[in-house]
C-alpha cells in the first residue's frame, strides 16, 4: 500500500532528527532500519510513501520522530491517519500527551534536601530575579556567588516555593535535586539523567544504555514540568552536562549554582548575581541567629552589628561563624570585627581558624569525623566514628552548630536530627584531618565498624520490608563504606555490607545501583579467590535480568555458575539455591518441566532447612504449574504458600501468592474472591511500595473490570500498569500492558 502524505510526513520526521541531532539522512536511516529491522533501503521506499506492512513498525517510526526529532502532536496524528494506524489515539496519548504535558502528577516528585535553618530570610531582590528568569526562554538559570552567600538555600527556596506556589497552580510538576558538594567532581550527564530517572521514579531508565537513556528522561522532560538543580557548579568537569543542562527541554528548566561565571553560560543561560545580603536582610538574620545561640537579651540594639555586616560583607556564612565567636571567644563585639579587620588573607580562613580555636577535643574529633560521611549522619553513626560518646557528644554538637560549623538537618518532628557540614566547612575540616594520620586511621576502623554492625543486625531480618526500611536514611552512606573498603582491598567487608545493600536496591528498583553494587562484590570475591561467594553474587546477578526479559544475559551468567556445581563442596542448603536461579531461568525460557523438576528438589532439601527458600521454591513450582494452565494443582501451591509466607512474615511472597490466587479465581469466574485478593495485595503492595508487584496488580484488576464490563475503569488501571512498567524498564511486560490497553480501546 502508497499514500503521498505518508512519505512526505515520513521526510519530515526524519529530516527533523538529522536537525536536532547533527547526522545525516543516511546515517538516520541506517539507524531507524536497525531499529525497526528493516534495510536501509526498506526506510527510503518508506520515505517514497510504502506504508510498513505491521503496526509495529508504524509505531517505532513514529516514537522516533517525536522523541528524536521533536515532531508534535498534529504531526502525529496525520501520520498515523496517512499510515491507517488502528485506533491512533491510544498511541497519540502516550508518545504526545494533550498540550504535550501529562497531568500534574498525584503526588510531588522531588528529593530536596531538609532544610538546615529554621527559619529561611528572604532575599527579595534575588527570589524575584530568579523567579523571572525561570520564566524567560532560557533553558537555565545560573546563580553565581561567592561560597557562603546562600546560593544553596535560596535554589533549595526558589525549588520548594515552585512546587507549592500560585493559588494551586504549581509553576513545576517536579524537582530534582543533584549536588557536587559531597564528591566534588564526580558529578556528570549520567549520574545527573540517573537522579532524575529516579527521583521522578522511573528506574528502569537508569539500566539503559547512555543515549537511549538521554532520550527517556528528555521525554519526561517534555512531558513535564521539571526543575532540575545542580548545586556547586564549579567542582564539576563534564562539558557534556553543561551542554544538556542548558538544552534543556521545554517545559522543564535548570537551576544552577557556581561560585564562578564560565563564558559557556552564555548559550542559554540566564545569570543571576547573588552578592551578600541587603542591611535589611542581615539585620533579620542575625536577630533570628541570636535567639538561636540563646544571647539575645545581651544585645539593646541589633543596629550594633552594623560593623560585623560591614566587614562580612553581608555573607551569612561569615556572620554565623563571628556570632559563633561571640559568644564563645566572650570578647566584646567591636574587638572581634577590628580582629578580622585586621587579618590577612582569606575571610573564611580566619575565621575557621578562630572557630576551631574555640573547639574541644571532643568536637575537633566530631568535625573531623563528620567528613567521612558524602550524606547526612546520625548521632549514632558519628558519635561511634568519633569516639565521643554521652554528655561529651551533646556538648560538642551543640558548640560545633553554635560556631556553624555543623548544620542539622530534621525533616520533622517525627524524625531523627542528622548532621551535614557546609561545603567550605567540609574543605576546612579535611585540610584539618589530613594533619592527624592517627586519629583517620582509628576513626576509619570505627566507621566501618559501625555500617558492619548495622547490616548484621539487619540482614537476617532482609525479608521484613518494615526493617529493611531502615536502611533508607543510610544508604549513600553505605555505598560510600563498600567503594571505600574496595579501594582499601577490604574485599570480606566489601562482601559482607554489599549483599545486604543490593538486596535493598533490588526491592527499591534501583536495579543501576544494584548493578554496580554487584559488581563490586563480584570482584571482591574474584580477588580473594572465594569461589563460593563468587556463585552468590553471580546468582544475586540473575535477578535484573530474567524479569527484564534479557534471557541471553540470564543464560550467561548461568553459563558462569554451573561448573561451581561440580568444583565446590556444597551443603545441601547451598546447592539449592544455585539450583533455584536455574530453574528460574530455565522457567522464563518456558522450559516448563525441567524447571519443576529443579523445584521439587529446592522443596524436597529446604523443607526443614530453611522455611524462606522452600516457600519461594513453592511459590516457584505453583508458577510454572500457572504457565502450563494447570490452575487447580496452581491454586493449591498458591494457597498453602500464602499460609506459610503469613506465619513467617515473608511480606513480598504474601504479596505474590495473593495475585497469583486472584488470576486464579478469574480464570474461574470467581470474581469476589479474586477482588478480595486484589484488595490485600494492593494494600499490602502500596504499603511497601513494591513497583513491581504494584504493576501486576493494576493489570490484573483490569482483567477483573472487563470481566465485569467495566471498561473505563480496566483502561484507568492498564494506564497505570503501563506507566510502572514503563519505570521499571520490563519491557516485555509493558509491551503485553499496551496491546491489552490498545484492545479495550477498540472495544470501547
Not at 488502528?86 to 502516550?94: D, K, N, T, Y
Amino acid at each position: 500500500m502508497k499514500h503521498a502524505t505518508f512519505g512526505r510526513l515520513l521526510k519530515a520526521g526524519i529530516a527533523s532528527i538529522t536537525y536536532c541531532e547533527g547526522k545525516t539522512a543516511p546515517a538516520i536511516e541506517s539507524e531507524l532500519g536497525d531499529q525497526v529491522g528493516v534495510a536501509s533501503a526498506s526506510i527510503q521506499r518508506y520515505k517514497a510513501g510504502h506504508i510498513p506492512p505491521d503496526a509495529a513498525t508504524i509505531e517505532r517510526l513514529a516514537d522516533a520522530c517525536v522523541r528524536r526529532g521533536l515532531m508534535g502532536r498534529d504531526w502525529l496524528q496525520q501520520f498515523l491517519q496517512s499510515a491507517h494506524y488502528p485506533s491512533p489515539g491510544v498511541l497519540i496519548e502516550q508518545l504526545v500527551p494533550n498540550s504535550g504535558l501529562r497531568p500534574r502528577p498525584s503526588r510531588i516528585y522531588q528529593n530536596l534536601p531538609a532544610p538546615t535553618y529554621s527559619q529561611f530570610v528572604m532575599r527579595t531582590d534575588a527570589f524575584a530575579e530568579v523567579l523571572d528568569g525561570l520564566g524567560k526562554r532560557s533553558a537555565a538559570v545560573i546563580i553565581v556567588g561567592l561560597g557562603g552567600n546562600g546560593k544553596t538555600s535560596l535554589a533549595r527556596e526558589i525549588a520548594d516555593y515552585c512546587l507549592k506556589s500560585g493559588a494551586g497552580m504549581a509553576l513545576f510538576d517536579a524537582a530534582i535535586w543533584v549536588s557536587d558538594k559531597d564528591r566534588p567532581g564526580t558529578t556528570n550527564l549520567s549520574i545527573v539523567l540517573d537522579e532524575i530517572a529516579r527521583t521522578l521514579d522511573y528506574p528502569g531508565f537508569t539500566q539503559f544504555a547512555h543515549d537511549e537513556k538521554r532520550r527517556e528522561v528528555e521525554q519526561l522532560l517534555r512531558r513535564w514540568r521539571v526543575l532540575v538543580c545542580v548545586d556547586n557548579f564549579e567542582t564539576i568537569t563534564d562539558g557534556s552536562l553543561l551542554t544538556w543542562l542548558l538544552g534543556m527541554p521545554e517545559p522543564s528548566k535548570a537551576l544552577i549554582t557556581t561560585r564562578e561565571y564560565r563564558r559557556e553560560y552564555r548559550r542559554g543561560g540566564w545569570p543571576v548575581e547573588l552578592r551578600g545580603m541587603s542591611e535589611r536582610e542581615a539585620l533579620a538574620f542575625v536577630a533570628e541567629r541570636l535567639r538561636m545561640l540563646r544571647i539575645e537579651k545581651l544585645v539593646s540594639d541589633v543596629s550594633q552589628f552594623d560593623p560585623l555586616i560591614a566587614v562580612t560583607a553581608g555573607n551569612p556564612k561569615a556572620i554565623e561563624l563571628m556570632l559563633g565567636l561571640v559568644k564563645y571567644e566572650r570578647r566584646p563585639l567591636q574587638q572581634i570585627v577590628d580582629d578580622l579587620y585586621a587579618a590577612r588573607g582569606e575571610l573564611f580562613d580566619d575565621l575557621f581558624l578562630r572557630a576551631w580555636a574555640v573547639l574541644d577535643e571532643a568536637a575537633r574529633r566530631i568535625l573531623l569525623a563528620l567528613t567521612f560521611f558524602p550524606a547526612s549522619v546520625s548521632a549514632a553513626a558519628l558519635s561511634a566514628t568519633a569516639d565521643v560518646q554521652g554528655f561529651s557528644f551533646e556538648r560538642a554538637l551543640e558548640r560545633l552548630t553554635d560556631v556553624a560549623l555543623l548544620d542539622v538537618q530534621q525533616t520533622d518532628m517525627n524524625s531523627a536530627p542528622r548532621y551535614i557540614p557546609h561545603p567550605l566547612v567540609r574543605v576546612f575540616a579535611t585540610a584539618r584531618l589530613a594533619e592527624q594520620p592517627e586519629f583517620v586511621g582509628a576513626a576509619r576502623e570505627r566507621w566501618e565498624a559501625w555500617h558492619l554492625q548495622l547490616v548484621q543486625r539487619i540482614g537476617p531480618y532482609w525479608y521484613d520490608m518494615l526493617t529493611l526500611a531502615e536502611l533508607d536514611v543510610e544508604v549513600d552512606n553505605l555505598r560510600t563504606v563498600v567503594e571505600w573498603t574496595y579501594t582499601q582491598q577490604r574485599f570480606t567487608q566489601v562482601m559482607a555490607i554489599s549483599s545486604l545493600l543490593g538486596y535493598y536496591y533490588y526491592v527499591r528498583g534501583a536495579w543501576e545501583q544494584q548493578a554496580f553494587v554487584n559488581q563490586l562484590r563480584l570482584d571482591a570475591t574474584q580477588k580473594t579467590g572465594n569461589r563460593l561467594e563468587e556463585g552468590f553474587t553471580l546468582l544475586n546477578m540473575i535477578r535484573i535480568p530474567t524479569l527484564q526479559g534479557d534471557l541471553k544475559e540470564a543464560q550467561h551468567l548461568i553459563a558462569l555458575i554451573e561448573p561451581l556445581l561440580d568444583e565446590l563442596t556444597l551443603s545441601e542448603r547451598q546447592r539449592a539455591s544455585f539450583l533455584h536461579g536455574i530453574a528460574m531461568v530455565a522457567l522464563a525460557q518456558g522450559e516448563i518441566v525441567r524447571s519443576r523438576e529443579i523445584f521439587q528438589y529446592v522443596m524436597q532439601t529446604c523443607r526443614e532447612i530453611d522455611p524462606f527458600k522452600y516457600n519461594r521454591a513453592r511459590n516457584w513450582m505453583a508458577e510454572s504449574l500457572l504457565q502450563a494452565g494447570q490452575y487447580i494443582e496452581a491454586r493449591q501451591g498458591f494457597e498453602a504458600s500464602l499460609q506459610e509466607s503469613q506465619q513467617i512474615g515473608y511480606h513480598r511472597s504474601v504479596i505474590l501468592c495473593q495475585v497469583k490466587l486472584a488470576m486464579i479465581f478469574l480464570w474461574q469466574h470467581d470474581l469476589e474472591q479474586a477482588d478480595t485478593m486484589l484488595q490485600a495485595s494492593y494494600e499490602l503492595a502500596h504499603a511497601y511500595q513494591d513497583r513491581r508487584d504494584l504493576a501486576l496488580i493494576q493489570r490484573t484488576y483490569a482483567q477483573l473490570h472487563m470481566l465485569r464490563g467495566n471498561l473505563a475503569a480496566a483502561q484507568q488501571v492498564l494506564i497505570e500498569a503501563i506507566d510502572l512498567f514503563e519505570r521499571l524498564g520490563m519491557r516485555r511486560e509493558l509491551m503485553e500492558a499496551q496491546d491489552e490497553l490498545q484492545r479495550v480501546v477498540t472495544l470501547g
